[in-house]
């Protein structure tokens, strides 16, 4: 699989919905994570990211403008027993609570399946970090077998990271009525060891439309300690 450049990705593709992106810096000594949601309709573009003890949590920007809170109103972002846990939608805390049962990632997304916002069919998109002990993450794919939502097909990625080298699964192949849904592997990106040139090149890139809210974590693996940052659109950050 071809390596590429984030910003490059992005920069093609209007509309890749809702990204995970995890990865090792090129010096091997911190975790680089990024999520990122967009919206194409109000109900969707109504939302904001804010810090919790354990995550993040979305939150509409505008409660009187709320619609159906349903498919928008999660935690992607939550940590447990030296796990960080990263999705697009309740099925974190799905996940949260499998792991706090002494359960797996897999066994927790066997219980779920693709989104049910007929025609699109979104497809849940997850990734777990461990971080005990040696260094690796996992992400996953939960997407719907036909046009029709017959079935759901679900994938899992094991990675054993690499210096310089991440993972960007997204929602969305591109923008369409319905949407078409990503497929294939996750992407391969290339990471450097500036954190901020990593969020700087994922926030700018995405579509200025679309885009609305992004997380990303700098985590060193050897003490745990972390750097965020948050963009809101609807708040000018």
Known sequence: ????????????????????????????????????????????????????????????????KVEDPSLIIYSPVREINNKLIV???DQTDTVYDFIKDGKSFEDALLTREFEPDRPNFTPR???????DGEFNY????????????????????????????????????????????????????FLGDDFEAFYTGIWNSLNQNNKVSMY??????????????IYNKNKGE
């Not at 998109?125 to 971080?131: D, F």
């Not at 679900?154 to 310089?164: M, S």
């Open 1 to 64: 699989m071809k390596t590429l450049q984030i910003e490059e990705i992005l920069k093609n593709n209007s509309y890749p919905g809702r990204g995970i992106i995890v990865g090792l810096d090129k010096s091997g000594e911190n975790a680089f994570i990024a999520y990122f949601i967009m919206g194409r309709s109000e109900n969707s573009r109504n939302r904001i990211f804010s810090k919790t003890d354990d995550g993040i949590i979305i939150y509409p920007f505008d409660e009187s």
């Open 87 to 89: 999705t697009n939608g």
């Open 125 to 131: 998109i997850s990734a777990i970090l461990h971080l």
């Open 138 to 189: 996992q992400m996953s794919i939960l997407k719907s077998s036909d046009e029709i939502g017959s079935g759901c097909n679900r994938f899992t990625y094991n990675y054993a990271p690499v210096k310089g080298l991440g993972h960007f699964i997204h929602t969305y192949a591109g923008d369409g009525n319905p949407i078409p849904s990503f497929y294939g592997e996750p992407e391969k990106i």
């Open 216 to 229: 990303a974590v700098k985590l060193n693996l050897k003490d745990k300690t972390q750097i965020t940052k």
